[in-house]
């Protein structure tokens, strides 16, 4: 905006002679112009075009200027243009209400060119110079606002101190470093002196004095204390300003907030005495520090370093159930040593111990996991905290340090406390070793003297074995007459053993095998050999390398006889095992099943698999004493007997009484055994070398024999096969037993079957067809008494009454029995039934249904079949009785019964059949078809019944089926 040029004016007034005359002086004067001729125009003009200064006449139609001007200073960076207001009214009221609505400036028409040109010239200079002082404000502001975010973030705050007047003033950010809410602080220097720490006041006075006074630097750290009683670290530097007679005058410097590397150097400095203390422990422990002495020792420098009023080792007891006061410092004099915590959940220890890992209490008294033992609420204790001692098997205990005052304890102080709890650990577990070293020593040479065992150590470096008095004894020596080196040990080993040992041992220095164990053969000062037992562990230096190698000589000759025994004793029980899963095998597999062929099958089979012979038989006896074989097993390329009739004079009766004895025939080969010549020639046609007979019983009684053969060479049987077939023909003749016992029962069950079958098949026809010849005389009954009863004399009315009784009480009975026999029949043989008859009949039977209910039968030609005549009774009955039964109400029914022959051969149930068809129709109601598949069984009822039922009837020679 220094060029005119680039100035754009908006003239506003409603007088288009004054608009135009205007116009023209600002164009001529270098400013680009815009016109409108009201205040609404005015408006949309300056949304629209933004222009630097508005020419506003203040009398205009529509909308004034002084409306007009109030409405532009509610736009957006209205305030940055200039509004000069032109009118002709110069009183005081308009020129206070143009300047009351924001012009900038007020001029009186008729307008002067000069003046107008002049007071354009100034507002715009003013303007820009009111714009370049608030941009300048602005960047003051920004880089005030800079300067206070960073002073903000590394906690900084600026002061000035008057020598003067003793007064301070400070940046906004220094009250956060004293704790003060903002403009709280008066600038007092008392004010400020107050805040110090009470023990750092002398020294912050002092350095204050010789900066004064000196006219050094002021540089110093010291603490301040925070209104709600936190303490503070600042960093303070300033420095002295004098005037030009040399008189200090003021101090200016800033302070900064160091608390946080206060505290981390401090934590460093605790650091770092904790470390001290964990190596000064570390280095007393290696040095063999006696355990109780490293205790006490522990406890006071954990005291010392955490600033902790109790410190304390508690020692787990054998049962668990409690720990032991170990070592403590601060506790009542007395209770070290005596006094003892519960493991339980309400102690801290406990706690620990479940937790296995470290506990913090600020407040004991406020605290949930658990209340803690009595050990220290007798202590006032109030924080604290406590690591596992850990053991190599179990923890050892518990390391505990307590305060009396609230204390959050940090990681550091856990950390330090593990340490030292470690540092216990380690020097506990080697005490425990060199206990169990000093025991295991004694228990060495305990060992040396009294064990059975001949003790031996072999050093690998000079080669010299040291033997025990009893590994010389072993052999038979006197101590003085075997040397200690390493020849008199090997040479004394069995030659055939000997390599066998050395590979053993260079196995063992190899790490292939944990330890050295070898048995072999020892010549003994006799020149005997016995055996022995030898065993051994190698010694290594820290490279690995064996440099001893420690063992023990056992003897076992005995043992090794006695196992020798023992594993024959253990083959020939593995063997009767064996065998006796063998039989309980074949056994199950014989008992499986009832019929008669597939046991004597499976027999021969499972036999011959388990005494690999190559043919097994099952012999039936006859009445005739000849034998017939029923089964066989063989194996392929010999002779088949199965079916074979045996009547030789070497089975005949003298045998048979023989195997009705028991005997059983073992031959191991039959040209060798003393046999009739005829049966040699019998079996030799079959190429048996040997056989073994066994007879099989049933019901006490010689059933057959089971025999085994032998066809390629002679067989010598063994007890235990002998023995096996015995048994197996025992269970082949249970098997047989059970399987007659079982046909026994099968027939009398079918039996039973059959004549209960028949039983509910007359009970069901009987209950049924009873039922309408019973009807008639409840019905008749009824009439009788209902229109001849007084003409009855008493006694008739009393014969009248127990007919009815009587006929009641039988249709009851006969529902009952309806109901009891509601089963499906069996058919009985057909014979030839007249179905005109048997309609006939059953319409008597319904006389009273028809007449009850108003119907009509129409009974058609119907076919003589062969049938059952009580079922096809039954059938027309039902049938027809239904229909009756469900009719539509308000129509009397109407049943057709009639027959038709089938001419289409695809109609028929089979080619072969002459069929066919007795139809029922009704007009009853009905039912629906998804109940087809019901409707006809025995003893179903639905709630309708289908308008027209089809049966057909299937004549064939011998029988005949209903179809529907």
């Known amino acids: 905006m220094t060029k005119k040029d680039s100035v754009l004016i908006l003239v506003v007034d409603d007088d288009s002679f004054t608009r135009t005359h205007l116009c023209n002086l600002l164009k001529q ?34 909308m004034d200027g002084f ?158 204390v925070w209104p709600d009683g936190s303490i503070h670290w600042l960093a303070s530097k300033g420095k002295v300003f004098h005037d030009p007679s040399g008189v200090a005058i003021r101090m200016s410097g800033v302070e900064i907030d160091i608390t946080k590397r206060k505290q981390a150097e401090s934590a460093l400095e605790i650091r770092a005495s ?13 040095a063999g520090l006696d355990l109780t002495t490293l205790m006490n020792l522990c406890v006071t420098l954990v005291a010392q370093c955490l600033k902790v009023e109790y410190c304390k080792i508690l020692e787990l007891l054998p049962d668990s ?40 209490v600020s407040n004991l008294h406020q605290e949930t996991r658990f209340s803690g033992p009595t050990l220290l609420h007798d202590h006032q204790v109030v924080g604290g905290m406590s690591v596992v001692i850990h053991g190599r098997e179990c923890p050892f205990g518990v390391l505990g340090a307590h305060t009396t005052q609230e204390r959050t304890f940090t990681k550091d102080n856990i950390y330090f406390l593990q340490a030292v709890a470690d540092v216990l650990a380690i020097a506990i577990e080697r005490q425990r070793i060199e206990d169990a070293l000093k025991a295991s020593e004694e228990r060495w040479q305990l060992a040396i003297q009294g064990n059975n065992d001949g003790i031996w150590d072999w050093n690998l470096k000079t080669n010299e074995v040291f033997f025990s008095r009893r590994w010389k004894e072993i052999l038979g020596y006197e101590d003085h007459e075997i040397a200690h080196n390493l020849d008199e040990w090997m040479t004394r080993i069995h030659p055939h053993h000997l390599y066998a040992v050395r590979h053993a041992i260079a196995q063992h220095n190899t790490q292939e095998t944990p330890f050295y164990t070898s048995e072999h053969l020892v010549r003994c000062k006799n020149g005997s050999y016995k055996w022995i037992l030898d065993r051994g562990q190698a010694v290594r230096d820290e490279n690995g390398q064996v440099i001893r190698m420690i063992g023990g000589m056992m003897d076992i000759n005995e043992r090794r006889a006695a196992l020798c025994e023992l594993k024959k004793v253990q083959a020939e029980l593995q063997r009767q095992n064996l065998r006796s899963q063998l039989f309980a095998d074949i056994t199950l597999k014989i008992r499986q099943s009832l019929q008669i062929d597939t046991i004597l099958q499976t027999s021969v089979t499972e036999v011959q698999k388990l005494l690999h012979a190559d043919r097994v038989l099952i012999l039936r006896l006859r009445a005739d004493g ?43 080969d039959i040209e060798q055994a003393q046999l009739q010549p005829s049966y040699v020639k019998w079996l ?46 025992d269970q082949i003749g249970i098997a047989l037993d059970q399987s007659l016992i079982l046909d026994k029962e099968t027939r009398q069950r079918q039996e039973l079957a059959r004549s209960n079958q028949e039983l509910q098949q007359f009970a069901f026809i009987a209950s049924h067809d009873l039922q309408e010849p019973l009807r008639k005389i409840i019905t008749f009954g009824d009439r009788l008494k209902n229109t001849l009863e007084n003409d009855l004399s008493e006694p008739g009315r009393d014969y009248l009454a127990r007919m009815q009784n009587a006929a009641l009480r039988m249709q009851t009975l006969i529902k009952d029995l309806l109901i009891l026999s509601r089963i499906t029949t069996q058919a009985q043989p057909f014979v030839w039934v007249n179905l005109a008859q048997i309609a006939q009949e059953v319409l008597s039977d319904l006389e009273v249904s028809i007449q009850q209910t108003g119907g009509s039968i129409e009974v058609g030609d119907l076919p003589t079949i062969k049938a059952d005549p009580l079922q096809m009774r ?12 469900f009719h539509r109400l308000q129509t009397p029914p109407v049943v057709k019964v009639y027959s038709q022959i089938f001419s289409d051969q695809s109609e028929k149930v089979c080619l072969c059949a002459e069929t066919c068809q007795i139809i029922v129709e009704d007009n009853g109601i009905g039912f629906a078809q998804k109940y087809v598949d019901r409707i006809f069984n025995v003893f179903q009822q639905l709630t309708a019944v289908h308008p027209q039922l089809f049966y057909s009837l299937v004549k064939e020679t011998g029988k005949s089926t209903l179809r529907l």
């Open 321 to 360: 159930e409690a720990l032991l006061l170990r070592a403590g410092i601060g506790w009542q004099p007395g209770l070290v040593g005596q006094a003892s915590v519960s493991t339980d959940l309400d102690s801290q220890a406990g706690y620990t111990l479940l937790a296995q890992e470290p506990v913090t």
């Open 626 to 668: 000849s034998y017939i074989v029923l089964q066989e097993s063989v194996v392929p390329g010999l002779p088949m007997v199965l079916g074979q009739q045996i009547n030789d004079a070497s089975l005949a009766e003298s045998y048979i009484e023989q195997y009705r004895q028991g005997r059983i025939s073992a031959i191991t």
């Open 874 to 885: 039954q059938l027309l009955q039902n049938l027809i009785g239904n229909a009756l039964k």
């Open 684 to 729: 030799q046609q079959f190429n048996v070398k040997a056989n073994l007979i066994v007879p099989v019983f049933r019901e006490h009684q010689l059933w057959g024999l089971l025999i085994a053969h032998q066809c390629t060479h002679p067989r010598q049987w063994t007890k235990w096969e002998i023995e096996l077939l015995r048994q197996l023909a």
């Open 29 to 62: 004067a270098g400013y680009q112009i815009a016109e409108a001729s009201n205040g609404l125009e005015a408006l949309a003009s300056y949304t629209r075009l933004r222009p630097d200064i508005i020419l506003l006449d203040a009398i205009m139609p529509e």
């Open 274 to 286: 904790q470390q001290a203390v964990v190596a000064e422990l570390s280095q007393k422990a290696l």
């Open 67 to 224: 409306t007009c001007c109030a409405q532009l200073q509610t736009l957006p960076d209205a305030e940055d243009t200039i509004v000069l207001m032109v009118t002709a009214l110069d009183d005081q009221v308009s020129v206070e209400q143009a300047f009351a609505v924001g012009a900038t400036d007020f001029v009186t028409k008729p307008i002067q060119w000069p003046v107008l040109s002049q007071r354009l010239h100034r507002l715009l200079k003013a303007n820009r110079a009111i714009r370049e002082l608030r941009q300048q404000t602005e960047a003051a502001q920004w880089r005030e606002a800079q300067l206070r975010m960073a002073l903000e973030a590394v906690r900084m705050g600026i002061w000035h101190w008057n020598l003067l007047s003793n007064q301070i003033t400070w940046s906004d950010t220094l009250h956060a470093l004293y704790g003060w809410e903002k403009d709280t602080f008066d600038g007092s220097y008392e004010t400020f002196f107050d805040c110090v720490h009470p023990q750092d006041q002398n020294f912050v006075k002092s350095i204050e004095q010789q900066a004064i006074a000196n006219g050094v630097d002021y540089e110093i750290e010291f603490r301040v």
